[in-house]
């Protein structure tokens, strides 16, 4: 098979070194790609269509997976199923699920999935004076923020602020919701599915706080680690049927089944898991991590997803753990600096998996280019071991300004069900 896959992050470096190793591979083109991708990748402007339809029709491949969220909820997927493309990767109309939150706060609601509870509100005022009652409360951009959508207030005058900022964002605050804040270990799942039927994937665990201990500001994800204790086997069962399941059924019943990974954020609360939010798209760096521990080709069951005709299965997975380090330039979560020359990435060993994410190459010289430059990954017989050697890894790889968090699995390491 052919294959085009869609996006430049450290994910897509992920999925194309998963893909490559598929005995049904013919070949495969990054577009863009980045570094990590290196001879396979085509220049292409995700966000301008047109010249992604352009490239399809020139390369014709048998499948194309869309890695990023703005494309697909702007409708990329619509278009190059129009031209009769196999895509991995939802429709606009489903990729809502993501892209407004009350709406995926309306699937949910109308499905039966256990969630926050929320009020949506399109006065500022009307929104200011709910959250001054409530405190406590979290508060959430309707429309795709780049994660800067959510803020989590304690106390009026924060719920206040969080308001007025989150609705300053611009089209994505116009709606807002305001949540009830929960409790409890955050969990990732992510299915992938074919409209109505789905595989799950193994739990993962991001770490979306900037710095050690969960402090500092949210950032895009600073490293993932699989499978989670804190969500076993049957608890993964439980959350496909009560969550996955129902919300492609809503989804299908409305006319706009889902094909793609369907990404559920939990938090695991006493009262049971309650979802936080949907993605319609694979977690990074939940990806990073997952593509170490899956034993089976990648190919088919995206080929199948995207065709509509997934064997629903459970899948191989190899025993043990995988964890990512996510390697951040200067000044991210801010506005990262970029140009600063990486050195060492060839002395990491051949047991660690380095996936480029924020990189480019100057001449010879492979320099910083973005926020989350490098996920720095490994596998091991435990969690223990698999840290051990991600951190060996992360040790090796310098450049000015460089920052990762020393702490991931690290809450899982002591836990005991
Ligand atoms: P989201 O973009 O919806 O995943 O939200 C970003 C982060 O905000 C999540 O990863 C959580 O850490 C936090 N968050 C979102 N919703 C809630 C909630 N209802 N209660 C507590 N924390 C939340
Ligand atoms: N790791 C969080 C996300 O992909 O949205």
């Known amino acids: 098979m052919r294959v085009l896959l869609l996006g430049s992050g450290a994910r897509e470096h ?61 409708g990329l997927a619509d278009q190059l199923m129009g031209m009769g493309f196999p895509v991995f990767g939802p429709t606009a109309a489903a990729a809502r699920i993501e892209g407004s939150k009350a709406f995926a706060k309306e699937v949910m609601q109308q499905a039966g999935v256990p969630t926050a509870e929320a009020r949506v509100f ?9 959250a001054r009652s409530l405190g406590n409360v979290v508060v959430k951009a309707d429309g795709l923020a780049a994660g800067k959508g ?5 106390g009026a005058d924060e719920a206040e602020a969080a308001v007025r900022s989150l609705a300053a964002l611009g089209p994505a605050g116009k709606r807002l919701l305001l949540e009830e804040l929960l409790e409890g270990e955050e969990v990732s799942v992510i299915a992938l599915c074919d ?11 991001d770490h979306k706080r900037v710095g050690d201990g969960d402090t500092g500001p949210n950032t895009g994800g600073m490293g993932a680690y699989s499978p989670v204790p804190f969500l076993d086997e049957a608890a993964l069962r439980w959350t496909g049927e009560h969550v996955i399941g129902p ?4 989804l299908s019943r409305r006319g706009t089944p889902f094909r793609g990974a369907l990404y559920a954020g939990l938090m695991l609360t006493r009262g049971g898991p309650r979802v936080l939010e949907f993605n319609c798209r694979f977690g990074d760096p939940e990806t990073q991590v ?48 970029t140009g600063d020359p990486i050195e060492g ?22 320099v910083t280019a973005g926020g989350r430059v490098l996920t720095v990954c490994a ?24 920052h990762h968090r020393r702490d991931i699995g690290a809450r899982a390491l002591g836990y005991r069900p």
């Open 14 to 74: 992920a999925l194309a070194w998963k893909l490559a190793q598929s005995p049904n591979l013919k070949w495969l083109c990054s577009a863009p790609g980045n570094p990590g991708t290196e001879g396979h990748n085509m220049p292409v402007t995700l966000n301008d269509a047109d010249q992604v339809q352009r490239l399809a029709g020139e390369i014709e491949p048998d499948l194309i997976v869309v890695g990023p969220e703005a494309p697909l909820v702007a």
């Open 345 to 366: 990435l060839e002395e990491v060993g051949p047991k660690v998996r380095v996936f480029h994410g924020g990189t480019r190459r100057e001449g010879v010289r492979l």
């Open 122 to 130: 399109d006065s500022v005022e009307e929104a200011v004076s709910h």
């Open 247 to 250: 919300t492609l059924s809503e």
């Open 379 to 402: 596998s091991g017989q435990s969690l223990a071991a698999a840290r051990e050697r991600a951190y060996s890894g992360v040790a090796r790889i310098r450049f000015p300004g460089s």
């Open 195 to 205: 409209g109505e039927r789905y595989v799950l994937l193994p739990p993962a665990q």
């Open 290 to 337: 997952l593509v170490l521990q899956l034993e089976e080709d990648l190919l088919p069951l995206l080929d199948e997803c995207a065709r509509g005709r997934l064997e629903p299965r459970p899948l191989r997975f190899r025993p043990g753990a995988s964890v990512g380090v996510v390697l951040a330039a200067a000044g991210y979560p801010g506005a990262p600096r």
């Open 150 to 154: 959510v803020v989590v207030a304690k």
